[in-house]
């Protein structure tokens, strides 16, 4: 079955700090790639997304890329705001694993002012 | 107006009592799911459905049922809660031609005393 592994958290930035945070996947077939993001009290709302191998997904300054030769899709952000402190997932689906996500364990992400 | 709801939103309740917690979706999605949310473990699937008559176990099902009364909802019960049932437990829903992107619910924060 697939399988999502993320870099262990929490992560503490100062605004406007560069942000990285590492996430592998395992999955059989051509899974699509997605982060999830979690506001305080709120439930997932979809960040982006990758179907394919060596898509980027983007959206609100975060980038990501499906790396199909590291099984990789890190997650990334040029200069962070107060407003990015949320839990961050990575998830996969497809595959074997027919239409259900894979969570990773998620990423607490605070930054300071 | 919210897309996926949940009702209710928080509960408290005591060990062996019934407990069913509803969710309700206005995207015409015909797939949905029940997650539930522990601190550092991420999200696991409860169950999932695919359709009306399609009902699947998830990675952690025991102690759980569900009813798929009507396309739009999708009831979680806990037949004699537990303590370690305490949790908080997330609906989700998906459109089968969209990539497995997974719209989720505002949450229903469980204690179970």
């Known amino acids: 079955g697939n399988s999502v592994t993320q870099m262990e958290g929490p992560v503490t930035l100062s605004e406007e700090a560069f942000l990285t945070i590492n996430c592998t996947y395992t999955?059989?077939?051509?899974?699509?790639l997605f982060w999830y993001v979690q506001y305080p009290g709120e439930g997932l709302q979809l960040l982006l997304k990758a179907t394919k191998a060596d898509d980027k997904g983007s959206n609100k300054g975060f980038e990501a890329t499906y790396r199909k030769e590291t099984t990789s899709f890190h997650l990334e952000k040029g200069s962070v705001q107060v407003s990015d402190s949320a839990v961050y997932f990575c998830?996969?689906?497809?595959?074997?694993?027919?239409?259900?996500?894979?969570f990773g364990q998620g990423t607490i992400l605070t930054v300071h002012p | 107006d919210a897309d996926v709801t949940q009702t209710p939103r928080n509960r408290i309740t005591k060990t062996g009592k019934r407990i069913m917690l509803e969710c309700s979706q206005t995207k015409g999605h015909d797939r949905m799911y029940w997650y539930r949310q522990d601190p550092g473990l991420g999200l696991r699937l409860i169950y999932y459905?695919?359709?009306?008559?399609?009902?699947n176990k998830g990675e952690i099902s025991d102690g759980y049922s569900v009813s798929r009364q009507a396309q739009a909802k999708f009831s979680l019960s806990l037949e004699s809660a537990i303590p370690n049932q305490t949790a908080l437990y997330f609906c989700?829903?998906?459109?089968?031609?969209?990539?497995?992107?997974?719209?989720f619910g505002p949450g229903t924060r469980l204690t179970v005393l």
């Open positions: 989700a829903t998906s459109d089968t031609y969209r990539d497995f992107e997974q719209f």
């Open positions: 999955a059989t077939g051509y899974p699509s």
């Open positions: 998830a996969n689906a497809g595959g074997t694993s027919y239409g259900k996500l894979t």
């Open positions: 459905s695919f359709d009306v008559k399609d009902i």
